[in-house]
């Protein structure tokens, strides 16, 4: 919720923020179900799936929508560090 006071942008306000120099306006944010219309955070409903990859193998990884599917996993199981 971003405030508005006469059709603009209300920047001045009493809202502090550790860290931020000034007060300024507060501006609210809300994560309204960000999972998919099913309710599905883990859309295959583990928590850990394996994936056989060709050439790679067989990868660990966490699958979640929230918002934007993602698929979390290890930088190592790619060969990474």
Do not use: K, R, W
Not at 11 to 16: A, I, L, P, Y
Not at 24 to 37: K, L
């Amino acid at each position: 919720h971003v405030p508005i006071n006469d059709g603009e942008v209300q920047e001045c306000g009493d809202f502090e923020l550790d860290g931020v120099t000034f007060p300024a306006a507060e501006v609210q944010i809300e994560f309204v179900d960000p999972a998919d219309s099913d309710g599905a955070l883990f859309p295959t409903g583990n928590l850990v799936d394996h994936l056989e990859v060709p050439e790679l193998g067989n990868l660990q990884a966490t699958m979640i929508n929230a918002g934007i599917p993602t698929i979390f996993l290890q930088a190592e199981q790619l060969g990474y560090s």
